[in-house]
C-alpha cells in the first residue's frame, strides 16, 4: 500500500513540475520583445530585450 501512495506522490510532483514549467516558458514567451523602461525606488533602468 506504501507503495502506491509513493507512485502517487512521485507521479503528482512530476505533473506539478511540468505544469510549472509550461506555465514559466509561455510567460516568458509572451512577454513583449523592445526596451522595458521602469522607474522605481533605485531610479530610472532601461533594459533590452
Known amino acids: 500500500m506504501a507503495r502506491t501512495n ?15 514549467l509550461g ?3 509561455y510567460r516568458e ?5 523592445g526596451v522595458e523602461l521602469s522607474i522605481g525606488q533605485d531610479g530610472v533602468k532601461v533594459e533590452q530585450n
Open 29 to 33: 514567451e509572451s512577454k513583449p520583445k
Open 6 to 20: 509513493n507512485l502517487y506522490l512521485i507521479i503528482g510532483a512530476l505533473l506539478v513540475a511540468v505544469i510549472g
Open 23 to 25: 506555465f514559466y516558458v
